[in-house]
């Protein structure tokens, strides 16, 4: 008898929740077809691919003095040892000994000046990610107003991000709204 009992309570209960279920409004948008339609978007877009290709430049630049430096690095040892190899066992001489000692010099000039590439090309997508961020927080601010204006139009109790949703009927979508109010004052 007392699990009929709870039975007939959680039975009652789903049956009470039904109707606020029913009355459950919902609104989707596709967040980053936002971001890319506004005008706002595209400003933001531009800024940061103008930024990102400094930085590329900057860094391709300096990647390619690495490897022009690395080839000339990679003669002159060869350079040596053939030097070395020609003196048949025989004690190197001055010029030689200071030639290898130079060599040593640039070479840790040189590891050390990789490193530091391999820092700044980390410290690049930091300050990118950083640059990112900035620039589009107005624009998700922006968005969010938007968007919850919309939803007090409509009633909507619940608005999702479009690509979190499995599926979501073209009913629902107020992305052209919402790209439509980002870009009216």
């Given amino acids: 008898m007392k699990s009929r009992c709870v039975s007939f309570l959680a039975c009652l209960s789903v049956l009470i929740a039904v109707p606020a279920f029913a009355e459950l409004k919902v609104g989707v948008v596709d967040m980053q077809a936002v971001l890319k339609g506004t005008t706002a978007g595209k400003a933001a877009a531009k800024k940061f691919e103008d930024v990102r290709d400094r930085k590329k430049a900057s860094l391709e630049k300096q990647g390619k003095d690495l490897q022009k430096r690395e080839k000339a690095l990679v003669e002159k040892r060869n350079e040596i040892m053939q030097k070395i190899q020609e003196l048949q066992g025989k004690p190197p001489g001055d010029e030689l000994k200071q030639r290898a000692a130079a060599l040593e010099a640039e070479a840790k000039k040189f ?73 009216t004052p």
């Fill in 111 to 183: 590891d050390q000046d990789s490193m530091d590439f391999e820092m700044a090309k980390q410290k690049a997508v930091e300050e990118l990610g950083h640059k990112e961020a900035e620039l589009l927080k107005p624009i998700e601010t922006l968005m969010k107003t938007k968007i919850d204006a919309i939803a007090k139009e409509r009633a909507l109790s619940l608005v999702l991000n479009k690509q979190v949703a499995v599926f979501a009927a073209d009913t629902l979508d107020i992305t052209a709204e919402v790209i439509k109010r980002c870009d």
